[in-house]
């Protein structure tokens, strides 16, 4: 079983920043590709980035290239999301995942106002 926990969401005006993090425990972190997923009000979840036990990066989202960045420390156990210039449309409940195994965090809530 892994837990994860979720942290660093809140309210912020546009063009803010914010930074997630997720702390993982239960398994080996080390080896894990970390993701971070997003649901907005009355949307499907979708992926936003993923990060490889190595350290590359992915992120799924045009919208989010050049302003979020996610990053990992193995020693911490933790994943972050950097999160700048941020729009309403980024509102939404973020989720951590750890693959393999599918483990979810229970989110964390970011809201932007225009």
């Known amino acids: 079983q892994v837990q994860l926990v979720e942290s660093g969401g809140g309210l912020v005006q546009a063009g803010g920043s914010l930074r997630l993090s997720c702390i993982a425990s239960g398994r080996t972190f080390s080896f894990a590709t970390m993701r971070w997923f997003r649901q907005a009000p009355g949307k499907e979840r979708e992926s936003v980035a993923a990060?490889?036990?190595?350290?590359?990066?992915?992120y799924s989202l045009d919208s989010v290239k050049g302003r979020f960045t996610i990053s990992r420390d193995n020693v911490k156990n933790t994943v972050y999301l950097q999160m700048n210039n941020l729009k309403p449309e980024d509102t939404a409940v973020y989720y951590c995942n750890y693959h393999p195994g599918g483990y979810w965090g229970k989110g964390t809530l970011v809201t932007v106002s225009s």
């Open positions: 990060i490889t036990w190595s350290g590359d990066s992915i």
